[in-house]
């Protein structure tokens, strides 16, 4: 086997899904549209891909594998991106992460899948022609993985921003969200990222919402998420801007969030919410499908989130974060 010393280093970055989650899902949208409105941050999966000197696979995550051929990798993920690609024997996979792969509802296992298809896919002059066929095949690959859940995470991570994304049977729509660069930072000012000490396990949590979002008692929950997700986004555009109604908002979308299933949330969860809302946040959720992982605080102001952080520690981490603009992107390759 001819060893060519190709090597990429990709990274994609992790989102906040501020309103519309649930409607995202396949058995939501075939009949209805969803609407989702999501953000990316400055936290990133990366993936580092490199051809072997010898003819075994090794792959690096929580532990080290290696094998003489990709199908016996144990890492779901890069094992269905190598087979994918053909690319069975001599490469060396490095993954690694700014929080935790699974279970932080930061959409990760998408960012991480997109890093992997993409630097696949160019280390074997494979090349993807748009962002549209990079999320659906994440979103694909992701499915042969074992995952399941909605759309919303592998458009979010490819294509990167402040979004609107808008899912119909036939097409998905992303758009730009036209917020000031004033609003923006006012945003950031105000929300940060609490680990609730949990990382789940999302599949059942997924599969309890695909079936919900065709129920038709809960199915009325769906309907006012994405109507919720659509004043978000109005109010995010409007001149008159304001941070108390976002506050607001986000505390109305867990309220429904929480009735549309009964895994999103648990006596724990809903402990520390109310603590944080009598300490001085005014709105917030938990992100991803729920159960665990990363809670969005949104603070009344500034200092109120300097402060409840400080109380937080050390049972509690925190994040500040800031909003990025790119999704999925090659960071440096030698070839």
């Known amino acids: 086997m001819l060893y060519n010393k190709r090597h990429i280093i990709l990274r994609s970055p992790l989102r906040i899904s501020f309103a519309g ?21 400055d936290l990133y999966n990366y993936a580092a891909l490199k051809d072997m000197f010898d003819s075994n696979v090794r792959v690096h995550h929580a532990e080290i594998e ?4 990709a199908s016996r990798v144990k890492h779901n993920y890069a094992r269905t991106a190598l087979e994918h690609f053909g690319i069975f024997k001599g490469a060396e996979v490095i993954l690694t992460s700014d929080v935790m792969t699974t279970g932080s509802g930061l959409g990760a296992s998408s960012a991480m899948m997109s890093c992997l298809i993409k630097g696949c896919s160019e280390l074997r002059d494979k090349k993807i022609k748009s962002n549209r066929e990079l999320a659906e095949l994440t979103y694909r690959l992701e499915e042969d993985a074992g995952t399941i859940g909605g759309k919303q995470d592998q458009y979010a991570t490819v294509f990167g921003g402040f979004n609107s994304i808008k899912f119909n049977k036939d097409k998905i729509e992303v758009k730009k969200v036209k917020i000031s660069r004033e609003n923006l930072l006012q945003l950031e000012k105000r929300i940060f990222l609490i680990f609730t000490n949990i990382a789940r396990e999302n599949k059942i949590i997924q599969t309890a919402l695909g ?9 009325k929950y769906f309907h006012e998420i994405k109507m919720l997700s659509h004043d978000f ?33 648990n006596p724990y969860i809903d402990q520390l919410y109310e603590l944080l809302k009598s300490r001085g946040i005014i709105g917030g959720k938990i992100l991803g499908a729920g159960g665990g992982g990363f809670l969005l605080a949104f603070a009344g102001d500034s200092g109120t989130k300097e402060k409840l952080k400080y109380e937080l520690y050390p049972n509690f981490i925190s994040l500040d974060i800031k909003f990025s603009t790119k999704g999925t992107e090659v960071l440096w390759k030698n070839f």
């Open 66 to 69: 290696t094998e003489s051929i």
């Open 21 to 41: 989650g649930g409607t995202d899902i396949e058995s939501y949208f075939r009949n209805e549209q969803g609407h989702v409105v999501s953000s990316t941050i």
């Open 233 to 265: 986004l109005t109010e995010l555009e409007s001149k008159n801007f304001s941070l108390k109604r976002i506050g607001r908002l986000l505390d109305e979308g867990w309220k429904l969030k929480k009735s549309s299933n009964n895994h999103v949330t």
């Open 211 to 219: 079936e919900n979002a065709e129920h038709p008692y809960t199915k």
